[in-house]
């Protein structure tokens, strides 16, 4: 892109000019529209109802399969959890005040894949394999999923391969679902992803292959490569309407969840959810979802880090999937590696314009804080990228949001979507947490 244009964007876009500056920044999105405003979107809450009757077909399947799911039946679900010792940390450390009512939900300790990208992830391999199982005469409707581990249909999935670019937890969560059905599974990686995910993903039995370079690098190149073999699926993280599916069925379990612990959803108690942000796809599954099932009442958040706001971009300038956070020259460098992503999602953003309340953007020092800060209070330990929504409720307060809407902060249940972390290794969050620990000593009481 040309100086020229950026100063005409920056003059059309003032936000740009902090966004540029890689100043932390909260966006209220002017492009919002009630639900009853809304034409048509390219999904609705009958996709996501057919999308929980798979995973209800495939529950037997993945007890079998997961011994880890054999308590659940083969439901992969997360709790939510109310954290005040957060709260109350949180605020003796700062002046602006979390009020209302905070929850965690524990995506961080979804099974299988330790992350949010167990619900996309595994639901769009799941899709794929049973379309192939029906279409090869293996399975007929009605059949009892179990037959999906076995020989004859590891042998049969052998002949297809699944291909997949990743920062690391979509490659995880594709990587373990593929490998045990059978597929071949490749995973297409920067050089500079962590260690121990490309090790695990081996360990598993799934082919990791690195690329120099940023990531859109390996999606390019993964996607090549899968599509030379003519039995080749891509899982396109960039434009797939089967991972944001998978996502948005959360939305009806967590329904569920806030009847169980009685809390009320309604035009006087608004739900705030604040959901990590890369690609846009599981934030974006997740807040389709949350629309269909709670209406205007639910209002989601982004968090974008500083150095990858891709999916503020998109939608700020209208650009959508066709601008990159390098065409204004951010580098898109930070350790919030689920969230390292440059350029939008194709299918999500869209989407997301019309439903989403606003975006913030966060640098990484603050990720560490509230990690150390989340694990000091609740002995809870989360991935760094999965800390981001735990500012949201000072964010927000900090605009006119609440005041234009008439809310009562009391009245607010803010849900933070802790996204990943489980798989972990202890020495990795040992030094996250002494990283977050000595930030917070080093300026007591800033996080903000
Ligand atoms: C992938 C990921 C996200 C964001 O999901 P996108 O679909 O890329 O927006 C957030 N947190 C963690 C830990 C992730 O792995």
Same mark, same amino acid.
């Given at each position: 892109m040309?100086?020229s244009?950026?100063?005409?964007w920056i003059s059309?876009?003032?936000?740009?000019?902090k966004i540029?500056?890689? /100043?932390?920044?909260t966006?209220?999105?002017?492009?919002?529209?009630?639900m009853g405003?809304?034409r048509?979107? *390219?999904l609705?809450?009958?996709?996501m109802q057919d $999308?929980?009757?798979?995973?209800?077909?495939?529950?037997?399947?993945?007890a079998? !399969?997961?011994p880890?799911?054999?308590?659940?039946?083969?439901?992969?679900e997360?709790?939510?959890e109310?954290?005040?010792a957060f709260k109350?940390?949180?605020n003796?450390r700062?002046?602006?005040k979390?009020?209302?009512?905070?929850?965690?939900?524990?995506d961080?300790e979804?099974p299988?894949?330790?992350?949010?990208? $167990?619900?996309?992830?595994?639901?769009e391999?799941?899709h794929?394999? /049973?379309?192939?199982?029906?279409?090869?005469g293996?399975l007929?409707?009605?059949?009892n999923?179990?037959v999906?581990?076995?020989?004859?249909?590891?042998?049969?999935?052998?002949?297809y391969?699944?291909?997949?670019?990743?920062?690391g937890?979509?490659?995880?969560s594709?990587g373990?679902?593929?490998?045990?059905?059978?597929?071949r599974v490749?995973?297409?990686?920067?050089s500079?992803a962590?260690?121990?995910?490309?090790n695990?993903?081996?360990?598993k039995? $799934?082919n990791?292959l690195?690329?120099?370079?940023?990531?859109?690098e390996?999606?390019?190149?993964g996607r090549?490569?899968t599509?030379a073999?003519?039995?080749?699926?891509?899982v @396109?993280?960039?434009?797939?309407?089967?991972?944001?599916?998978?996502?948005s069925?959360?939305?009806?379990?967590?329904k569920?969840?806030?009847?169980?612990?009685?809390?009320?959803?309604?035009?006087?108690?608004?739900?705030?959810?604040?959901?990590?942000c890369?690609?846009?796809?599981?934030?974006?599954g997740?807040?389709?979802g949350?629309k269909?099932?709670?209406?205007?009442?639910v209002?989601?958040?982004?968090?974008?880090?500083?150095?990858?706001?891709?999916?503020?971009?998109?939608?700020?300038?209208?650009?959508?999937?066709?601008?990159?956070?390098h065409?204004?020259?951010?580098?898109?460098?930070? /350790?919030?590696d689920?969230? !390292?992503?440059?350029?939008?999602s194709?299918? $999500?953003t *869209?989407?997301?314009?019309?439903l989403?309340?606003?975006?913030y953007?966060?640098?990484?020092?603050?990720?560490?804080?509230?990690?150390?800060?989340?694990?000091?209070s609740?002995?809870?330990?989360?991935? *760094?990228s999965?800390? !981001?929504?735990?500012?949201?409720?000072q964010?927000?307060?900090q605009t006119n949001?609440?005041?234009?809407?008439?809310? @009562?902060?009391?009245?607010i249940?803010?849900i933070?979507?802790a996204?990943g972390?489980v798989?972990?290794?202890? @020495?990795e969050?040992?030094r996250?947490?002494?990283?977050?620990?000595k930030?917070c000593?080093?300026? !007591?009481?800033?996080?903000n």
């Amino acid at each position: 892109m040309a100086f020229s244009d950026l100063d005409k964007w920056i003059s059309q876009y003032p936000l740009l000019e902090k966004i540029i500056k890689l /100043e932390p920044v909260t966006w209220i999105n002017p492009y919002r529209k009630k639900m009853g405003e809304i034409r048509s979107l *390219p999904l609705n809450k009958r996709d996501m109802q057919d $999308a929980e009757a798979l995973w209800k077909r495939f529950a037997p399947y993945l007890a079998k !399969a997961f011994p880890e799911l054999k308590s659940t039946k083969g439901f992969i679900e997360s709790g939510l959890e109310e954290i005040s010792a957060f709260k109350k940390l949180f605020n003796e450390r700062q002046k602006g005040k979390i009020e209302g009512w905070l929850f965690l939900k524990r995506d961080d300790e979804l099974p299988v894949a330790g992350s949010i990208k $167990a619900r996309g992830g595994i639901f769009e391999v799941l899709h794929y394999a /049973e379309e192939l199982a029906l279409e090869n005469g293996l399975l007929k409707p009605g059949d009892n999923y179990e037959v999906f581990d076995s020989e004859k249909f590891r042998n049969f999935f052998r002949q297809y391969s699944i291909g997949v670019g990743s920062t690391g937890n979509l490659g995880l969560s594709i990587g373990i679902i593929s490998a045990k059905l059978g597929f071949r599974v490749s995973v297409y990686m920067s050089s500079d992803a962590k260690e121990w995910k490309k090790n695990l993903l081996r360990s598993k039995g $799934a082919n990791v292959l690195e690329f120099e370079g940023d990531f859109g690098e390996a999606i390019t190149e993964g996607r090549r490569a899968t599509f030379a073999d003519p039995k080749g699926y891509f899982v @396109d993280d960039e434009n797939s309407k089967y991972l944001y599916l998978g996502y948005s069925v959360a939305a009806l379990r967590l329904k569920k969840q806030l009847d169980e612990q009685k809390i009320k959803v309604d035009a006087e108690h608004p739900l705030f959810v604040y959901s990590p942000c890369g690609v846009g796809g599981s934030p974006g599954g997740v807040a389709f979802g949350l629309k269909q099932v709670f209406g205007d009442h639910v209002h989601c958040f982004f968090v974008e880090p500083t150095h990858s706001p891709s999916v503020l971009l998109g939608i700020l300038t209208g650009k959508m999937e066709k601008i990159s956070v390098h065409d204004l020259g951010i580098d898109n460098q930070t /350790e919030a590696d689920g969230l !390292a992503v440059g350029r939008p999602s194709a299918f $999500a953003t *869209p989407i997301s314009k019309l439903l989403i309340s606003g975006i913030y953007t966060i640098e990484d020092d603050e990720l560490f804080r509230l990690l150390y800060l989340l694990g000091k209070s609740q002995n809870i330990f989360i991935e *760094p990228s999965a800390t !981001a929504g735990l500012m949201g409720p000072q964010r927000i307060l900090q605009t006119n949001y609440i005041k234009e809407n008439n809310f @009562d902060p009391k009245n607010i249940t803010h849900i933070a979507w802790a996204t990943g972390g489980v798989f972990v290794p202890k @020495d990795e969050m040992d030094r996250f947490y002494r990283r977050g620990e000595k930030l917070c000593e080093h300026k !007591a009481g800033v996080v903000n």
